[in-house]
């Protein structure tokens, strides 16, 4: 993507990733950090490149955050 100029990528997670949901299963939350962390780091890796990362994090009431 970078090599052809730019583009974007959009992750869908969740918000239990990054508050820690006391109602989501454990490995749920942690996959879910991980999930959040990765796009942090691309964004900050590739921003120069013209690549954006974005995170689609819907609550539980189905609304994106």
Do not use: K, L, M
């Given at each position: 993507m970078a090599r052809n100029g730019g583009g974007s990528i959009v992750?869908?997670?969740s918000v239990a990733?990054?508050?820690g949901e006391h109602l989501a299963p454990l490995p749920?939350?942690?996959?879910?950090?991980?999930?959040?962390m990765v796009s942090k780091v691309f964004?900050?890796?590739y921003?120069?490149?013209?690549v954006r990362v974005a995170?689609?994090?819907?609550d539980?009431?189905?609304?994106?955050?």
């Open positions: 992750n869908y997670t990733g990054v508050n749920y939350t942690a996959a879910r950090a991980g999930v959040h964004a900050i890796d921003a120069g490149q013209g995170e689609e994090r819907p539980r009431s189905g609304r994106a955050v």
